[in-house]
């Protein structure tokens, strides 16, 4: 006996339903793990350069050159 492609196979609505959540789920968690890497990275850049700055390694007027850099990417 052939099914139909959705609604009348083994699955029925209820799987596809969950299916679709399944995946919505998985890419969205994927996308927070991306954005939030990338964010402690930013943070992380920012630190260093701050840490630069408070040993006199670099002036104010490159800190802010360079972060509005970092800022801008």
Do not use: C, K, N
């Not at 789920?25 to 990338?38: A, E, T």
């Not at 850049?45 to 007027?61: F, H, K, N, P, S």
Request: without cysteine; charged residues 25%; glycine residues 16%.
């Amino acid at each position: 006996m052939m099914y139909p492609y959705y609604g009348g196979g083994p699955m029925g609505w209820g799987g596809v339903a969950l299916m679709t959540l399944g995946m919505i789920v998985f890419w969205g968690g994927l996308l927070l793990i991306v954005v939030v890497v990338l964010r402690r990275h930013d943070g992380t850049a920012v630190r260093l350069l701050q840490e630069r700055l408070a040993r006199g390694e670099i002036d104010t007027e490159e800190f802010e050159r360079v972060r509005r850099t970092l800022r801008s990417r």
